[in-house]
């Protein structure tokens, strides 16, 4: 039996009976290079279809580009992203095909798109035209004006959220998305600061210092950090819906809540009462259940949302994660009250080779 087999296998027995959306569907994430092909895309769709998986979450911008046709059709909305380099084949559009492929299953798709990380760890893969050589005044700076380098913290640079450009620039690429293509849903990855000492870009600032003399906004940098990120979450979202009513809108978020609001600025307890979002997946991504049990109490032990996915890790370098962790882990989100669980990653799970025997039937 191949590792695929195996995965679904896996997927299936450990949903048994839990809902990754609202509506109960079960959905399958598919990377940048899990969809940069046809015979890829074929074998994702095939094997949702076989599975019984009613969407894919398809990644559609990796870094700042493209795994789709920017400005397709209507081009309301400019986008200037470059084709990914995922895509080595001249003129193929994985998210269209992706889409036409599902619509033969009747297998939503819903596009992930990171926000504001737009390169890889290094950059000597990416156009001229890309947004990091063409918008080097946006890039996040530390507070010696030093601009991050995409290297550093191994995740890439990002472009400063602080910048009202940055927002309008981010989400018309989204928007462009939306308008093109008959899309089940977005989800927003990404969608904060890479830290605080990333966080001094001179135009974010001189547009705090505005924000705070004209609106009678309150002097705190902090506070201000985060409004911003909530601010471009709601307003992204009130501009999905008013395109498209029915495109679901979801985002991603760290789990810690001290962390993730005063580090990297999401204060996704705020998010949670935005009629425009309908999901927040807390990326709970530790191998430990003790560390797994400690971050629901310390997080989610006053949170009740419908709203709230719990995303587990399902992959490990060193091969030593095994199946039965994954189950554990869901075993005590479930006893938290928590139902909406999803695992990240296809390619994780390929990679481990994960199997379950019935004995790890979530119950």
Same mark, same amino acid.
């Given at each position: 039996?191949?590792?695929?087999?195996?995965?679904?296998?896996?997927?299936?027995?450990?949903?048994?009976?839990?809902?990754?959306?609202?509506?109960?569907?079960?959905?399958?994430?598919?990377?940048?290079?899990?969809?940069?092909?046809?015979?890829?895309?074929?074998?994702?769709?095939?094997?949702?279809?076989?599975?019984?998986?009613?969407?894919?979450?398809?990644?559609?911008?990796?870094?700042?580009?493209?795994?789709?046709?920017?400005?397709?059709?209507?081009?309301?909305?400019?986008?200037?992203?470059?084709?990914?380099?995922?895509?080595?084949?001249?003129?193929?559009?994985?998210?269209?095909?992706?889409?036409?492929?599902?619509?033969?299953?009747?297998?939503?798709?819903?596009?992930?798109?990171?926000?504001?990380?737009?390169?890889?760890? !290094?950059?000597?893969?990416?156009?001229?035209?890309?947004?990091?050589?063409?918008?080097?005044?946006?890039?996040?700076?530390?507070?010696?004006?030093?601009?991050?380098?995409?290297?550093?913290?191994?995740?890439?640079? !990002?472009?400063?959220?602080?910048? /009202?450009?940055?927002?309008?620039?981010?989400?018309?690429?989204?928007?462009?998305?939306?308008?093109?293509?008959?899309?089940?849903?977005?989800?927003?990855?990404?969608?904060?600061? /890479?830290?605080?000492?990333?966080?001094?870009?001179?135009?974010?600032?001189?547009?705090?210092?505005?924000?705070?003399?004209?609106?009678?906004?309150?002097?705190?940098?902090?506070?201000?950090?985060?409004?911003?990120?909530?601010?471009?979450?709601?307003?992204?979202?009130?501009?999905?819906?008013?395109?498209?009513?029915?495109?679901?809108?979801?985002?991603?978020?760290?789990?810690?809540?001290?962390?993730?609001?005063?580090?990297?600025?999401?204060?996704?307890?705020?998010?949670?009462?935005?009629?425009?979002?309908?999901?927040?997946?807390?990326?709970? !991504?530790?191998?430990?259940?003790?560390?797994?049990?400690?971050?629901?109490?310390?997080?989610?032990?006053?949170?009740?949302?419908?709203?709230?996915?719990?995303?587990?890790?399902?992959?490990?370098?060193?091969?030593? !994660?095994?199946?039965?962790?994954?189950?554990?882990?869901?075993?005590?989100?479930?006893?938290?009250?928590?139902?909406?669980?999803?695992?990240?990653?296809?390619?994780?799970?390929?990679?481990?080779?994960?199997?379950?025997?019935?004995?790890?039937?979530?119950?």
């Amino acid at each position: 039996m191949k590792f695929s087999r195996f995965l679904i296998i896996l997927v299936l027995l450990i949903f048994a009976g839990t809902a990754l959306l609202q509506a109960e569907t079960r959905s399958l994430w598919a990377t940048a290079w899990d969809i940069n092909t046809p015979q890829k895309i074929v074998k994702v769709v095939k094997t949702a279809a076989e599975y019984d998986f009613d969407a894919i979450f398809a990644e559609i911008r990796y870094r700042g580009d493209a795994l789709y046709k920017p400005n397709r059709y209507d081009r309301t909305f400019p986008n200037p992203e470059p084709i990914s380099y995922f895509v080595t084949i001249d003129g193929f559009d994985p998210l269209a095909f992706l889409l036409q492929a599902a619509q033969n299953f009747n297998i939503k798709v819903y596009a992930w798109m990171t926000t504001f990380v737009v390169t890889p760890i !290094y950059t000597h893969k990416l156009p001229k035209d890309h947004v990091y050589f063409t918008h080097p005044e946006w890039i996040c700076r530390t507070n010696n004006d030093e601009p991050m380098i995409s290297h550093n913290g191994g995740e890439g640079a !990002y472009l400063d959220p602080g910048i /009202p450009e940055v927002q309008r620039y981010t989400q018309d690429v989204i928007l462009d998305v939306v308008a093109n293509y008959g899309i089940d849903g977005i989800i927003l990855d990404y969608v904060r600061y /890479p830290g605080g000492e990333y966080t001094y870009n001179s135009l974010a600032l001189e547009h705090f210092i505005e924000d705070v003399s004209e609106n009678n906004y309150t002097n705190n940098y902090t506070e201000w950090k985060q409004k911003v990120i909530s601010d471009f979450i709601r307003e992204t979202g009130a501009k999905i819906k008013f395109l498209k009513p029915d495109v679901d809108f979801a985002v991603t978020a760290k789990p810690d809540n001290h962390d993730a609001k005063y580090r990297f600025y999401q204060n996704w307890e705020e998010w949670l009462q935005f009629k425009e979002l309908d999901h927040v997946h807390l990326m709970m !991504y530790t191998k430990s259940d003790a560390s797994f049990k400690d971050m629901l109490e310390k997080n989610l032990s006053k949170v009740n949302s419908l709203k709230i996915a719990i995303s587990l890790r399902a992959w490990d370098e060193q091969k030593r !994660y095994r199946s039965e962790d994954i189950q554990s882990k869901i075993r005590i989100a479930k006893a938290a009250g928590f139902d909406n669980i999803s695992l990240f990653h296809f390619g994780g799970l390929v990679a481990n080779g994960y199997q379950l025997a019935d004995t790890l039937t979530v119950k």
